[in-house]
């Protein structure tokens, strides 16, 4: 065989085995949506199994769920949860990530020793004292307690700092030459040239956010404070033998991340595999 | 040693600097240090009936954990998922990055399907394959025409949960891999062809030992992620699921006493647990590491 057949039966190969793989990827989501739009008696018929919908496709089901479920309101619950969380996390973050990236300053590096061990301790440590001092601030069912655990960011910090880092050190010289003071430097100058990284934790922020469960589903039991995550488990809990009406759920609460990810796809690789947090 | 006097620039330095740090510094001790040491002032108490204040217990709450059957099957459940999860999770994800790493058409259309999963909440993930998976009315079942209980049958279930694991996971392992692809540089390859040595060579010759780095960065953070898997867990299997005590992991357990029990100093006492266990597996990984990971 020559070079150029084994090339070529190897590229063959190689397109199967994506292929079959991207099938079974898909499936989930294939199915998701035409259960979705079926009627229940279709959706639970098994002779004859229905792949397809039989009497139409019910796109109306949609409709149904997006009201009987209040789908506004979980996901403006979301919404504001990641809005404030990627906020905080950013602002947090870039400070402290300039200061331990770009400034010497006496407990420098014991502070930032506190940053790197917050990293390798296991969150589900500081869950119930969360969740106590939530519900002693009176904050369970808000936004506020939503948002709590993430103010602030070590993995974030630590991203930025080495954002920071990266950047030339002359470009701060020569700023400093025209009498800008730390502050103004950091705002004019600094903080600008970080952006990717910024782009990178922002993402991670609110993916994270949109994917948890348990936080929210320990402070916003009522449904109308909830999130998307904490939503879907609370109508598995009470309708789960509604199948289209659970898939035509999941869809709404998958489909928003979805859509963002197709139009930020390259911002939401690139910041997956820079950050490579744990997700 | 000397102490030396600070210029005030230096000062000035210093001030911006603590200034800078605060906000995080505080949120840190708040948030994560201080729940750290209650977490464990916790795991000594009994949680008072009706919000009356801890009642400290010394030692009760370990003894009971330790003796419950429960924790360890939570605790072996929690390995048998990691077991599946990391393992085909690091090894498929690594084979896709290798295929999408070559001059390939149509890479970014797979890419993109790869890595939707990762995008999706769990919830919501987890909802569509236990319908995927129902025994009467699912897709599985009637299309194979089994007749399998894919997440009632204990001997079953924790790989059927195990599998949504993997799923889940690829696009994410295989993102970090291609980046990591990336940096090795192209003149080994060129090199190794000359040479006359096959993909499958340069493979375990060239891409397994230079990027194994990258490996050991996935595989210890997805062992840490699996060990302390939840919402998919939580979602598949419900409180009246048959195979729960021989599936559920060892934070759904902590769930189940802290919030749905609300036995704060139980949940609290797993929870140590947990963490003690964790930190012997990182210890365990940090050792192999060195005798693991190819440095250059």
Redesign the interface.
Same mark, same amino acid.
């Given at each position: 065989m020559d070079i150029q057949t084994r090339d070529r039966l190897?590229?063959v190969i190689?397109?199967v085995?994506?292929t079959i793989?991207?099938f079974?990827?898909?499936?989930?989501?294939v199915?998701?949506i035409l259960?979705a739009v079926k009627t229940n008696q279709e959706?639970?018929?098994?002779a004859p199994?229905y792949i397809f919908p039989q009497s139409g496709w019910h796109w109306e089901n949609f409709a149904t769920v997006w009201k009987s479920y209040n789908f506004l309101i979980l996901y403006k619950n979301t919404l504001l949860m990641i809005f404030f969380r990627v906020v905080c996390a950013c602002?947090?973050?870039t400070?402290?990530g300039?200061?331990?990236g770009r400034?010497?300053?006496?407990?420098?590096n014991l502070?930032f020793s506190?940053?790197l061990i917050?990293m390798?301790?296991?969150?589900?440590?500081?869950?119930?004292?969360?969740?106590?001092?939530v519900s002693k601030l009176g904050l369970l069912n808000t936004t506020a307690g939503l948002v709590?655990?993430g103010?602030?960011?070590?993995f974030g910090?630590y991203l930025l700092k080495t954002g920071y880092e990266g950047l030339p050190m002359d470009l701060e010289e020569a700023a400093g030459l025209d009498g800008c003071?730390?502050?103004q430097k950091?705002l004019k100058i600094m903080m600008p040239l970080t952006r990717s990284s910024m782009v990178s934790l922002g993402i991670f922020t609110a993916?994270f956010a949109?994917?948890d469960?348990?936080w929210p589903?320990?402070v916003c039991t009522n449904s109308a404070t909830t999130t998307?995550?904490?939503g879907?488990?609370k109508m598995?809990g009470q309708y789960g033998s509604d199948?289209p009406a659970?898939?035509a759920?999941?869809v709404l609460?998958?489909i928003p991340?979805?859509v963002?990810?197709?139009v930020f796809?390259k911002q939401?690789?690139e910041g997956?595999?820079?950050s490579?947090g744990?997700? | 040693m000397q102490k030396q006097k600070m210029t005030a620039r230096?000062k000035?330095?210093?001030?911006?600097?603590?200034l800078?740090?605060l906000?995080?510094?505080?949120?840190?001790i708040?948030? $994560?240090?201080?729940? *750290?040491f $209650?977490?464990i002032y916790?795991s000594f108490c009994k949680t008072g009936d009706f919000g009356k204040g801890n009642q400290f217990v010394g030692l009760a709450n370990y003894k009971s954990v330790l003796a419950a059957g429960e924790t360890w099957q939570s605790l072996f459940n929690t390995i048998k998922y990691a077991i599946i999860e990391v393992p085909f999770g690091v090894v498929?994800a690594l084979?896709?990055a290798v295929?999408?790493n070559?001059k390939?058409k149509g890479t970014t259309v =797979?890419?993109?399907?790869?890595?939707?999963?990762? *995008?999706?909440?769990?919830?919501?993930?987890a909802?569509?394959?236990?319908?995927?998976y129902n025994q009467?009315?699912g897709?599985f079942n009637?299309?194979f025409h089994t007749n399998i209980a894919w997440i009632s049958d204990p001997k079953i279930a924790w790989i059927s949960v195990g599998v949504i694991g993997v799923?889940s996971v690829?696009? =994410?392992n295989m993102?970090?891999f291609?980046?990591g692809l990336q940096e090795i540089p192209g003149d080994y390859y060129e090199a190794a062809s000359i040479d006359g040595a096959t993909?499958i060579n340069q493979f375990f010759n060239i891409t397994v030992p230079l990027l194994s780095p990258t490996t050991f960065?996935i595989v210890q953070?997805r062992l840490?992620?699996a060990l302390?898997v939840?919402?998919l867990m939580?979602?598949v299997m419900d409180k009246t699921n048959v195979a729960l005590e021989k599936v559920q992991s060892i934070?759904y357990l902590? =769930?189940t006493y802290?919030?749905t029990n609300g036995n704060?100093g139980y949940?609290?006492t797993i929870?140590?647990v947990? *963490?003690a266990f964790?930190m012997i597996v990182?210890f365990i990984m940090q050792k192999a590491e060195k005798t693991l990971v190819y440095h250059n």
């Open positions: 190897n590229k190689m397109y085995i994506l793989m991207a079974i990827m898909l499936v989930p989501f199915w998701m259960t959706a639970i018929s098994v199994f602002l947090t973050a400070m402290a300039y200061a331990f400034l010497h300053f006496p407990g420098k502070m506190l940053v917050q390798m301790i296991p969150s589900q440590i500081f869950i119930i004292p969360q969740y106590l001092m709590f655990p103010i602030v960011t070590a910090t003071n730390i502050g950091f993916l949109f994917k469960l348990m589903m320990i998307l995550s904490a879907l488990a598995q199948y659970m898939m759920s999941a609460a998958v991340m979805i963002i990810y197709m796809q939401f690789v997956i595999a820079t490579g744990k997700l | 230096a000035e330095e210093a001030r911006w600097g603590w800078f740090i906000p995080t510094m505080l949120g840190l708040v948030l $994560n240090f201080y729940p *750290v $209650n977490t916790q498929i084979v896709l295929f999408l070559q390939l =797979y890419r993109t399907i790869f890595f939707l999963p990762m *995008v999706c909440a769990p919830a919501a993930v909802m569509v394959w236990k319908w995927l009467q009315f897709l009637n299309v799923w690829i696009g =994410y993102v970090l291609i980046s993909g960065f953070t840490i992620g302390t939840f919402d939580f979602m934070v902590f =769930y802290a919030f704060k949940g609290a929870v140590i947990l *963490v964790i990182t």
